[in-house]
């Protein structure tokens, strides 16, 4: 793993091979990988297997984390920088809309343990736009102090089964009908 890691730092073509039925540290689950079985007879399928695999890595064609984690940070920094009517801004949520669907399609492959260690934060948009949401929810008259609870409140599979495909938009709506009232019975 410690290798592994040193050749995605950087961007460095990598070949991941396991046993068919294998299953990979959730960590490098969604990565391309050779899963086939390992006797004489599968010989020529890996070597076919692994041909496409360099082949297509000398083409550049091949995952590169840090550009992931390039891509995700300037796409927060456009989405935090922009006006809210900004057109801009409007095209940058729309992606990291698209972008949440893809990851939590992948979320709903991975066991259930590891999904519950998903909160609802996760889903709200950047910093900025959790602060008009925490706006919008005091306004409405939420209670302080369940804000931090609606916003921590882990995706179990009852709610991740109900919320599949929801986009930045429906999450906000969803933790406004979460609003607990802000009266003096809840402040002592």
């Known amino acids: 793993m410690y290798e592994l890691g040193i050749r995605h730092a950087l961007n460095l073509p990598v070949v991941i091979m396991g046993w068919k039925g294998q ?19 599968s010989i020529p399928r890996n070597i076919e297997l692994l041909e496409s695999f360099i082949s297509e890595a000398k083409d550049g064609s091949f995952y590169k ?6 891509r995700s940070g300037i796409l927060e920094r456009a989405s935090d920088e ?3 009517d900004n057109l801009l801004r409007v095209i940058a949520d729309e992606i990291r809309d698209l972008k949440d669907k893809v990851e939590r399609k992948h979320i709903g492959r991975l066991p259930s343990g590891i999904r519950k260690r998903h909160i609802v934060r996760g889903y709200l948009g950047s910093k ?3 602060k008009l949401l925490h706006q919008k929810y005091l306004e409405k008259g939420g209670n302080p102090e369940a804000w931090g609870k609606i916003l921590g409140t882990p995706i179990d599979d009852e709610l991740y089964e109900k919320t599949i495909g929801w986009s ?11 609003i607990v009232p802000d009266t003096d019975e809840n402040n002592f």
């Open 23 to 41: 299953r990979l540290p959730f960590d490098i689950s969604n990565q391309r990988a050779i899963l086939e079985e390992r006797d004489f007879e």
């Open 65 to 70: 984390p840090m550009d992931v984690v390039i």
């Open 82 to 84: 922009l006006a809210s």
């Open 128 to 130: 900025q736009d959790r």
């Open 168 to 178: 930045v938009t429906q999450w906000r709506e969803y933790v406004l009908s979460q």
